[in-house]
């Protein structure tokens, strides 16, 4: 694996950790429009009409959307074990710690060398020298 691809290896943790942040915004949609729902029908006598499967229907899209949440978790801790045993591999601490804050913990180039109290472009040269040293198991 080049450079560039062993990058995007490595960034597949932080792009399951965003889809499953859109997943958790979905279900947070979801119930506040169940709960309009469920106020809109309080007052209804009988629950009869057109919009009488309303609330039947947008709980099972909260639950549909909940069971994609939890394969979506599942998935992202096993991405991120494989991550951590890619940089597991870099026998180099400092390469080894920019990999993990940049691609687990999804910290900036700023942010990594303020926390490693080294300069912008330090991280850098650790981060391609780090990336270089993967060694991703087939």
Do not use: F
């Given at each position: 694996?080049d450079?560039?691809?062993?990058?995007?290896?490595?960034?597949r943790?932080?792009?399951s950790?965003?889809?499953?942040h859109m997943?958790?915004?979905e279900?947070?949609?979801?119930?506040?429009d169940?709960?309009?729902?469920?106020a809109?029908?309080?007052?209804m006598?009988?629950?009869?009409g057109?919009?009488?499967d309303r609330?039947?229907r947008?709980?099972?899209r909260i639950?549909?959307?909940?069971?994609?949440?939890e394969?979506?978790?599942?998935?992202?801790?096993?991405?991120?074990?494989?991550?951590?045993?890619?940089?597991?591999t870099?026998?180099?601490?400092?390469g080894?710690?920019?990999l993990r804050?940049?691609?687990?913990?999804?910290?900036?180039?700023t942010?990594i060398?303020n926390?490693m109290?080294?300069?912008?472009?330090?991280v850098?040269q650790?981060?391609?020298?780090?990336?270089?040293k993967?060694?991703?198991?087939?």
């Amino acid at each position: 694996m080049d450079y560039k691809e062993k990058v995007e290896w490595l960034g597949r943790y932080q792009a399951s950790v965003s889809c499953q942040h859109m997943l958790e915004e979905e279900i947070e949609v979801l119930r506040s429009d169940a709960e309009r729902v469920t106020a809109c029908m309080s007052g209804m006598p009988g629950r009869s009409g057109p919009n009488a499967d309303r609330l039947p229907r947008a709980v099972d899209r909260i639950e549909e959307a909940q069971k994609r949440l939890e394969q979506q978790l599942e998935s992202c801790m096993e991405t991120r074990a494989e991550i951590m045993c890619g940089i597991m591999t870099v026998r180099d601490r400092p390469g080894q710690e920019v990999l993990r804050r940049r691609y687990v913990m999804g910290q900036s180039y700023t942010d990594i060398a303020n926390a490693m109290g080294v300069v912008q472009r330090r991280v850098y040269q650790l981060h391609k020298a780090g990336v270089e040293k993967v060694e991703l198991r087939s």
